[in-house]
């Protein structure tokens, strides 16, 4: 849900794993790259491209969602 916190109006985040990581898991050794791409994989990002610079698209995952 961090991912939801960091993104702008549009749903946005700019692509930069590392500066990603030490938001949202400061003390921890993961590969954010390697998750990254496994939320895009699911459905729940979309890495795209704009200007040379890369992007994510944080997907609603509330659509996404099959609660109760």
Sequence with gaps: HD??????SAGYIQWQPE???AKI?????????KILLSLCELG???KMH???I???LV???T???QCC
């Design 19 to 21: 500066a990603l990581k």
């Design 59 to 61: 997907l609603d995952v």
């Design 3 to 8: 991912l939801l916190l960091l993104r702008d």
């Design 50 to 52: 704009q200007n040379g």
């Design 44 to 46: 729940l990002l979309e």
């Design 25 to 33: 898991f400061p003390y921890e050794s993961v590969d954010m790259e």
């Design 54 to 56: 890369a992007y994510a």
């Design 63 to 65: 659509t996404q969602c």
